[in-house]
């Protein structure tokens, strides 16, 4: 069965500051991966996907499939970055996402 | 073009009643998932649905809940004799299908349900 891990439920950190929120999963095949963030008061919405290999926003996220990681990152936080993160994962044929259980993120001014 | 809308937004119900949850997805998207976020337990699957296949029914977490799509576009969920523990906000999202991986799901505003 599938399985995400998000260890930190909070995180703070400054204005400027490198930014990093663990997410670790466990699945024997090849899953696809997602952060998706809540921002207050707005709904769920896709941040990034592993396929994608974009930048949003000045985040970016690497797959180690030695690690069974997909830590999300950003060299230099902003205050509009505070949200709920949650990393996901689906398989193909069988799209139901799996997620962590979110970190809060807050950047202090 | 307009994205997933739920309604109603908020719905406050008496333990044992009846409820039932709207979801209109993306127009064109063949499949359609619905979520429940809630504070114990995070973000869980409750079912999916994808063009004419069996909906996935795996994690609907008792008989009490159902499900079900018409003509492959607006979805219900039904809640029969809600017990406390079904306050949650409920969370629908749907997404094209995939190819050759998993598409990207893209949400409702949910429907915050407190039963009393």
């Known amino acids: 069965a599938q399985r995400v891990t998000q260890p930190e439920k909070l995180l703070s950190v400054f204005k400027g500051a490198p930014v990093e929120l663990k997410c670790n999963y466990s699945?024997?095949?090849?899953?696809?991966l997602f952060w998706y963030v809540q921002y207050s008061r707005q709904r769920l919405q896709l941040l990034l996907r592993?396929?994608s290999r974009e930048s949003i926003k000045g985040f970016t996220a690497d797959l180690n499939k030695g690690e069974t990681s997909f830590h999300l990152k950003k060299p230099f936080a902003q205050e509009e970055d505070s949200a709920m993160y949650y990393c996901a994962l689906a398989v193909f044929g069988n799209e139901k996402l799996t997620f962590g259980t979110g970190t809060r993120l807050t950047i202090i001014p | 073009g307009a994205g997933v809308s739920q309604s109603p937004s908020n719905k406050v119900t008496e333990k044992g009643k009846d409820v039932e949850l709207r979801c209109d997805p993306i127009?064109?998207?063949?499949?359609l998932y619905w979520y429940r976020q809630s504070l114990g337990q995070g973000l869980e699957f409750l079912i999916y649905?994808?063009?004419?296949?069996?909906?996935?029914k795996s994690g609907l977490p008792s008989d009490r809940f159902s499900a079900e799509r018409t003509g492959g576009s607006v979805s219900t969920l039904t809640i029969q004799r809600t017990q406390q523990e079904d306050s949650a906000v409920y969370l629908c999202a749907s997404s094209l299908m995939g190819l050759a991986t998993p598409e990207t799901q893209y949400f409702g505003p949910g429907t915050r349900l407190l039963v009393l």
């Open positions: 699945y024997s095949g090849s899953p696809e």
């Open positions: 592993h396929i």
């Open positions: 127009s064109g998207h063949t499949a």
């Open positions: 649905f994808q063009g004419n296949s069996a909906p996935d």
